[in-house]
């Protein structure tokens, strides 16, 4: 069974960094595209990375490019979100989520950004910058 876990929310001051990590399970990465998303009560869902199991690429949402980095750390089993230069508007809850594309990662960018491919999602972690 997939499972994803979040962890390394907080609350930090603009300008801050925090990582967050997402722990997985019962999947193999090969098989699986990466998003990371985040939500602001009362908002839709966001993209803000998607990474290809085709070649590793990662796509960032313009909001974040440039400031956040998410890199695979496949021998153990985690994902990883390094976000730096935050920012109020990015306090949200944040979630991993995962979606079977099988071994040739068929997603394009628009896919990956996008909450409609992923069916298996984490609980969340909450991100709050203050200025």
């Known amino acids: 069974q997939v499972q994803l876990q979040e962890s390394g929310g907080g609350s930090v001051q603009a300008g801050g960094s925090l990582r967050l990590s997402c722990s997985t399970s019962g999947y193999n990465y090969n098989d699986y595209a990466i998003g990371w998303f985040r939500q602001v009560a009362g908002k839709e869902r966001e993209g803000v990375v998607g990474i290809s199991n085709r070649d590793d690429t990662t796509y960032y949402a313009d909001s974040v490019k440039g400031r956040f980095t998410s890199s695979l750390d496949k021998a153990n089993n985690t994902v990883w979100l390094q976000m730096t230069d935050l920012k109020p508007e990015d306090t949200a809850m944040y979630y991993c989520?995962?979606?079977?594309?099988?071994?040739?990662?068929?997603?394009?960018?628009?896919?990956?950004?996008?909450?409609?491919?992923?069916?298996?999602w984490g609980q969340g972690t909450q991100v709050t910058v203050s200025s």
């Open positions: 989520a995962a979606a079977y594309t099988g071994p040739w990662g068929r997603l394009t960018r628009r896919q990956l950004l996008g909450i409609r491919d992923y069916e298996y």
